[in-house]
């Protein structure tokens, strides 16, 4: 929750004075020799404008066909938009087919490890004093509800519902009030607030709505069933009493609604009795039967259940029944009866509906205390358990968003190195080249192309926030960070010339290791962003490196933080509040992908792919006007000015003599997006950037 901090963690590297180290060790017994090889692996750029998407059958690189989608003709707008199949379709399926990448659950990716790592000794400095916070903060809360109800106008006597809801509004605004004066900390006032919205504000006005439907209802039976909605709503505890009677209630709503004859209105009768107080009784039997009044309070109970069935068998019960009752319900009429029982019984239940209210209303104080108290007593727990095992939490909680944004448990890790694409104007088809259960193939390639592919294809669309998701953890997979053990991430770029399991690196300190680190290529992917074990690089490639180096810088403008940016932007809006739910909101309301942490990285990376010019081992060599070659890692200078500089593949731990002129040519390109995308960074409005520069 503390992300952006994390600049303050990446070392960034000033790598053009370092690209002019001073060899000086000359060696003559190699020459260098040029030839231009390869000259057909890949389209020439007029002749992948000619060529239509729409139809293509082949199996390819997937680097080649990032590059070739990118610069394919049908990223402008189709003239036939209904036969034209776009560039970005292409490209949004790709994401979509689970077997041409690998996969990772989002809370064990790279990404959860780094928010962990990052976040931890914060979270566990903040809440050190948990007990004496949680009591200091509960007393200054209290302190504001008794300040409240000490001035507050409580009613004298009985008032209606709205006017009681009313009155309980006008409690908690004077309370919310009191606490955002009081000294209480930032977050806890927000929390209060926050909770009294979701407790009471956001159900007032359909609660209001209710209470005025209540005063206006001539229906006894709708009555009661809004009642028992607003209860629930507002969740009103009633006695056991009024719990019973209110259910007393709810059947004889129904009984009032049904069709009636003589016995069902002598039991609605006998139901209206049991829920009345004796002065009620009087009122409503007095017009109707005096006698049945004092015949019913002469009965037990399970002699009035006994007149309630049409036959009773307690003869006397019976005969009083059929010959005297019956008979006086019929001569006052049913309908009569029944409006006079539904009168009566609503009177009744908007009174003791006012008595509860007003009730409620004196009660709100006491209410809101217990709250409080549950709730910081809930807090704590909570948050003793979050120190407890920090790193499962911020797992659950990842876990919980993705599932809940997405639909998905896993998101697309590591691009495969081929596939077979089929594309008509009816399908898209696309599969890895060779389909294992096991592993899958990946490179440097692949993963270069497909970070410098970002910006020009990506969509305005919920995919492709996912696939920001997925560029982000290939950001902090290849270069690695510290976790919060102090052992580093394993990240993708390993030690060349090492044995067994190499060192990985890390961009955090990459500057103090003098070695030669490159991903392998090509790389088996053991699951997610993991390679396999003995994964040790033993090539180090200018194709590969250059490709990478490009995404690096591409990334740089992805997440540009002078001016928007589609994918930078797109990621930003998501905040670490989101997924970390039940932290105070002012500690997690901050991006969860700042563009200025996440432009640092790529930075970071690209730097760590040039660090190799200097390191040991480099594959940048100085050509003097002798035409004797010095390694730039060794020393001595040249005798003469400098005629040439250069750079080789390693193969096999082994520096090439032969200068591939495509890979120097990318190379070059791809050191000029660098450098450019380095000279626009200066408009960049992060303190340690501007620091740095």
């Not at 005025?212 to 709503?233: C, D, G, H, M, R």
Request: charged letters at 25%.
């Amino acid at each position: 929750m503390y992300i952006s901090k994390v600049t303050k963690l990446i070392a960034i590297l000033s790598l053009l004075s370092a690209g002019c180290t001073k060899p000086n060790e000359v060696t003559q017994n190699h020459q260098l020799s040029f030839e231009i090889k390869n000259v057909d692996r890949e389209i020439p750029l007029e002749e992948i404008k000619k060529i239509k998407i729409n139809n293509l059958y082949s199996t390819i690189g997937t680097a080649e066909l990032f590059n070739y989608l990118e610069e394919s003709d049908s990223l402008n707008k189709p003239t036939r938009p209904n036969t034209t199949i776009e560039a970005k379709e292409i490209y949004a399926e790709f994401y979509k087919t689970p077997q041409v990448t690998s996969h990772v659950e989002f809370e064990n990716s790279p990404y959860a490890d780094f928010i962990i790592s990052k976040s931890k000794n914060d979270f566990l400095s903040a809440t050190e004093n948990l007990d004496d916070f949680f009591k200091t903060q509960q007393e200054l809360v209290l302190a504001a509800i008794a300040s409240t109800t000490s001035r507050f106008d409580f009613p004298k006597s009985d008032i209606t519902l709205p006017e009681a809801l009313q009155k309980i509004a006008g409690f908690i605004s004077a309370v919310e009030i009191e606490v955002l004066k009081s000294s209480a900390d930032t977050a806890v006032k927000e929390s209060v607030v926050q909770s009294l919205y979701q407790k009471f504000w956001l159900k007032l006005p359909t609660a209001t709505a209710s209470a005025i439907k209540i005063e206006a209802t001539e229906n006894f039976a709708s009555s009661v069933q809004t009642i028992q909605s607003l209860i629930k709503e507002l969740d009103i505890e009633l006695t056991q009493d009024q719990t019973s009677e209110l259910h007393s209630a709810a059947e004889l709503g129904e009984m009032l609604n049904a069709d009636l004859d003589p016995q069902k209105a002598f039991n609605i009768l006998i139901q209206t009795w049991e829920i009345m107080s004796p002065d009620e009784r009087r009122n409503v039997f007095g017009e109707i039967s005096p006698e049945l009044n004092f015949f019913l309070s002469t009965q037990k109970e399970k002699n009035r259940d006994c007149l309630k069935n049409k036959e009773c068998k307690n003869f006397v019960l019976n005969f009083s029944k059929n010959v005297v009752i019956l008979p006086k319900i019929k001569k006052y009429g049913i309908e009569n009866l029944r409006q006079k029982v539904e009168t009566s019984a609503l009177e009744r239940i908007k009174s003791q509906t006012s008595s509860i209210a007003t009730a409620l209303v004196t009660d709100i104080p006491r209410i809101l205390e217990e709250e409080v108290i549950k709730g910081f007593a809930d807090e704590k727990s909570r948050f003793l358990g979050y120190r407890s095992d920090y790193d499962r939490y911020v797992r659950e909680e990842l876990k919980s968003w993705y599932k809940k944004t997405y639909a998905s448990k896993e998101l697309p890790a590591l691009e495969t190195t081929n596939v077979n694409i089929i594309v008509n104007p009816d399908e898209i088809h696309i599969m890895p080249e060779r389909l294992s259960e096991n592993y899958m193939i990946t490179s440097a390639d692949a993963i270069g192309a497909a970070l410098s592919s970002t910006n020009r294809l990506l969509r305005r669309d919920s995919q492709s926030q996912l696939l920001g998701l997925t560029r982000i953890n290939q950001l902090l997979a290849h270069g690695g960070f510290s976790l919060y053990s102090g052992k580093p991430f394993p990240s993708l770029m390993r030690e060349l010339f090492g044995s067994g399991e190499s060192r990985t690196q890390n961009i955090e300190n990459f500057f103090a290791w003098p070695s030669l680190f490159a991903m392998p290529t090509p790389a088996t992917v053991k699951s997610g962003f993991q390679l396999a074990e003995g994964s040790v690089p033993e090539d180090f490639i200018i194709l590969s490196q250059s490709r990478l180096l490009k995404g690096f810088s591409r990334m740089m403008l992805a997440f540009r933080d002078w001016e928007p940016s589609l994918l930078g932007d797109m990621m930003s809006t998501i905040k670490v509040k989101d997924f970390l739910v039940h932290l105070p909101a002012s500690e997690v309301n901050i991006s969860a992908f700042p563009k200025e942490a996440f432009l640092a990285i790529s930075l970071g990376n690209a730097a760590a792919i040039l660090s190799n010019l200097k390191a040991n081992g480099t594959p940048l060599f100085i050509m003097c006007q002798d035409h004797s070659v010095i390694w730039a890692d060794k020393s001595t200078e040249c005798a003469q000015a400098t005629a040439l500089a250069g750079v080789v593949d390693i193969i096999k731990n082994k520096r090439q003599h032969k200068v591939d002129t495509i890979s120097h040519a990318e190379f070059l390109e791809s050191l000029i997006e660098f450098l450019q995308a380095a000279e626009a960074t200066k408009k960049t409005k992060s303190e340690y950037l501007i620091k740095k520069a």
